[in-house]
C-alpha cells in the first residue's frame, strides 16, 4: 500500500475514534446528570415518605395516649366502648353529635357541659363535670382517640388545634 492511503487510513481511523470520544464525553455528560435528576427525585419521594412516615407514627402515638387518658378520664361515665349510660349518659361511639359538634369537643372536654342536649334522637340532662388540668396535648389525644375510634377521623387532632378551639369557648 502507498505511503498516502496508509496515511489516509489513520486519518480516517483517528477521526472515528475522535468522533466516538466526543460521543462517549456527550452521553457520559446526560448520563451524569440523569443519574443527578433521578438522585434528587429518589431524594424528595424519600423525604416526602420520611415526612408522612413521621406523621403516621404521632397519629398512633396520640390514639394510644388517647385511650389511656379516655379509659382513666371518661370511661367510668361514658363506657370502655363509648356507649354511654342508658338515658344518663350519652354515647360518643357512633354519636351524631360528635360529628355535629366537632369545634365544640376541646371546650366540651376541658370546661365540661351541661342542659340539655340530644345525641342520637335521645335526650340527656345531666352535668359533665370539667377536666381544667389536662393539657392541649392531652386533650388532642382524647380527642384524637374518639374520633379516630367512633367518627370515622382518619387524621389527628393537633396541639394547635385545640388551642385555637379553647379561645373560643362561650
Ligand atoms: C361524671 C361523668 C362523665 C365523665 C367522667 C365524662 N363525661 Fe362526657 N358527658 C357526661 C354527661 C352527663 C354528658 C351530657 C351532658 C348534658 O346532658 O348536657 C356528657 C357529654 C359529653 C359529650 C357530648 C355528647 C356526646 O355524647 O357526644 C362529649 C363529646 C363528652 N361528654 C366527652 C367526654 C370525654 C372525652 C370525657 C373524658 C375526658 C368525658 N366526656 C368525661 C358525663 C361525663
Known amino acids: ?6 496515511k489516509k487510513k489513520t ?21 451524569s446528570s440523569l443519574t443527578h435528576v433521578y438522585l434528587i427525585i429518589t431524594n424528595i419521594l424519600l423525604l416526602f415518605a420520611s415526612c408522612q412516615d413521621a406523621e403516621s407514627v404521632k397519629l398512633q402515638v396520640y390514639i394510644s395516649e388517647g385511650q389511656r387518658l379516655y379509659e382513666q378520664k371518661c370511661a ?10 342508658r338515658k344518663l349518659i350519652p354515647p360518643l361511639a357512633q354519636a351524631d353529635y360528635l360529628i355535629k359538634n366537632k369545634d365544640q369537643l376541646a371546650c ?29 396535648r392531652h386533650i388532642a389525644q382524647i380527642l384524637t ?25 362561650k
Open 1 to 6: 500500500m502507498p505511503y498516502s492511503s496508509i
Open 108 to 136: 366540651i372536654v376541658k370546661y365540661g357541659i351541661s342542659g340539655e342536649i340530644t345525641v342520637n334522637n335521645q335526650n340527656y340532662n345531666l352535668s359533665m363535670p370539667s377536666n381544667e388540668g389536662l393539657s392541649d
Open 76 to 85: 367510668n361515665c361514658h363506657q370502655k366502648d363509648g356507649t354511654g349510660l
Open 11 to 31: 486519518d480516517f481511523n483517528q477521526i472515528i475514534y475522535l468522533r466516538a470520544k466526543l460521543q462517549n464525553r456527550i452521553c457520559s455528560f446526560f448520563e
Open 145 to 169: 382517640y374518639i374520633n379516630t375510634k367512633w367518627a370515622g377521623a382518619q387524621v389527628r387532632t393537633s396541639d394547635e388545634q385545640v388551642k385555637e378551639r379553647l379561645k373560643q369557648c
